[in-house]
């Protein structure tokens, strides 16, 4: 079976939402994982919930889209 996480940033909004509906609706093995704790070939899917980059200081997924998490979605 799949197994799919949810990855937080910081300003991350939804991530609990997200977790719910894939755990308790789809019924698919889910964690929610902090992105700097993401390690490669743990999950076969990713979630990336929306919300504000860092407070809302930046641009949406400005820093996170520099975080070494995104390396490891990309592989």
């Known amino acids: 079976m799949v ?20 755990q308790k609706t789809i019924k698919v093995p889910t964690g929610l994982v902090w992105h700097k704790d993401l390690k ?12 504000f980059s860092y407070g809302d200081y930046l641009r949406a997924g400005a820093i ?8 490891t979605i990309r592989e």
């Open 40 to 51: 490669q070939d743990q999950y076969d899917a990713y979630v990336l919930p929306g919300g």
């Open 3 to 22: 197994k799919v996480a949810v990855v937080q940033f910081p300003g991350s909004n939804c991530d609990l939402d997200a977790l719910e509906i894939l």
């Open 64 to 71: 996170a889209a520099t975080s070494p998490s995104l390396e």
